[in-house]
């Protein structure tokens, strides 16, 4: 293409709005060159998912909190052999045997490619990450996992053609945000390296989907509850560990004050809602980064949602600083109007619905195990 011609491309692109959310006018086939320079080669788009077969999906980081559920939904729906889970983790006996399953470090480039390649993968769903407590504590390993492997992740799925789901999160919001509730667009001014992180992992993707036609979709998920996979480390986790401890010993001691509202939500209306923009159309995401929200909370009407079930349950409060502060800054209540009005969102449990689905969890575990 004429050096003319190529600053004309440019030009448009650049004085498109800012938030006006238009479709890509200049798909990467016609610039010609992607992130990492590589040749757009014809070839790499044949091979791409149409709509009339099943995705073939590969799910980074996949043994964490979310992972595992997510690729039994998908694996339901697609075929088990038609979505793989990786992690640098050994899986379990459990989860190696119920489907494809494969070593990825999403910092090792190459590995990353040729396992999208061989398989020929059409969605990449992003879930490596270091969460919020996790990622302070090692602030340069967060930095290297959550913004240099999502560049991995980002010109693989742009140089391939893959559709790529980034999780984004209440972290990516911070104490000069909106709290309640706080909207898709406003100041995000987040002051964890998890919530840098995953801003700019929104506005890259973001960026590659206008620049080079990626087709990024991204939820911001709100603390996430479930009842069979433990949380990796995040500052909302003390409401999955009350239920194990109220379970067990009839006590829980929370690193959070009583009082600090937070959202949440049920794994099973996040999976949901994942596989939900994953398949809308892409006429009805005129965004790609959206909020999804179900219920908010404090520790102290959780714990009184839990007495409701077990009277005797006693909770004591042993505040942690660094996750007090984090919370602090975190939106205590999100507004996701637009993915309700856009693609259809609507969330199934709200806290008597959850508590109620934890509840019967853990009892029938507790009551297997001693059997
Ligand atoms: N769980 C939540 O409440 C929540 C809320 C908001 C957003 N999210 C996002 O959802 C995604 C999944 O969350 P989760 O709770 O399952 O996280 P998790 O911490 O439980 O799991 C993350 C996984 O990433 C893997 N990992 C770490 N370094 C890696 C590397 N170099 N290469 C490949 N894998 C690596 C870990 O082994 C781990 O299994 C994350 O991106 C997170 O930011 C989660």
Redesign the pocket.
């Known amino acids: 293409m004429p050096f003319w011609l190529l600053n004309q491309v440019f030009s448009q692109v650049l004085q498109r709005p800012a938030c006006g959310y238009p479709t890509p006018i200049v798909p990467v086939q016609f610039l010609g060159i992607s992130a990492r320079q590589v040749t757009s080669d014809a070839s790499f788009r044949s091979a791409s998912f149409s709509d009339t077969e099943h995705p073939r999906v590969l799910i980074?980081?996949?043994?964490?909190?979310?992972?595992v559920g997510l690729a039994k939904l998908l694996r339901k729906r697609f075929g088990k052999d038609n979505v793989i889970l990786?992690?640098?983790?050994k899986p379990s006996d459990h989860v190696f045997y119920s489907g494809p399953f494969i070593y990825?470090?999403?910092?090792d480039y190459k590995n990353l490619r040729e396992i999208v390649v061989n398989n020929r993968i059409t969605w990449l769903i992003?879930?490596?990450?270091?969460?919020s407590a996790?990622g302070e504590a090692n602030v340069s390993?967060a930095r290297?996992?959550?913004i240099t492997?999502l560049h991995n992740v980002l010109d693989i799925a742009t140089e391939h053609n893959l559709r790529l789901f980034?999780?984004?999160?209440?972290?990516a919001f911070g104490p000069s945000s909106p709290r309640n509730p706080a909207p898709d667009l406003c100041i995000q001014r987040p002051r964890t390296i998890?919530g840098v992180s995953?801003v700019h992992a929104e506005l890259i993707g973001e960026y590659y989907h206008y620049r080079y036609g990626l087709d990024f979709r991204c939820l911001?998920?709100?603390?996430?509850?479930?009842a069979d996979?433990?949380?990796?480390?995040?500052t909302?986790?003390y409401a999955v560990q009350i239920f194990h401890d109220a379970i067990k010993s009839g006590k829980f001691q929370c690193y959070l004050k009583p009082d600090t509202r937070l959202p949440m939500m049920y794994i099973d209306d996040?999976l949901r809602a994942t596989l939900e923009i994953m398949e809308a159309s892409s006429d009805s995401l005129p965004m790609r980064t959206y909020n999804i929200n179900a219920m908010s909370f404090t520790p102290e009407e959780l714990a009184q949602e839990v007495v409701k079930h077990l009277p005797e349950f006693q909770v004591t409060y042993n505040v942690d600083a660094v996750r007090q502060a984090i919370a602090d800054s975190w939106p205590m209540n999100f507004d996701d109007s637009n993915a309700r009005k856009d693609w259809g969102w609507k969330h199934y449990y709200d806290l008597p619905e959850l508590v109620t689905v934890m509840f019967s969890f853990h009892t029938s575990e507790s009551r297997a195990a001693h059997a």
């Open positions: 980074t980081g996949g043994l964490g909190q979310l992972g990786s992690d640098i983790r990825s470090d999403i910092l992003h879930y490596s990450a270091l969460l996790v390993l290297a996992v959550n492997g980034v999780p984004s999160t209440i972290g998890y995953k911001r998920y709100p603390g996430i509850i479930s996979t433990q949380p990796g480390g995040g909302t986790d996040c």
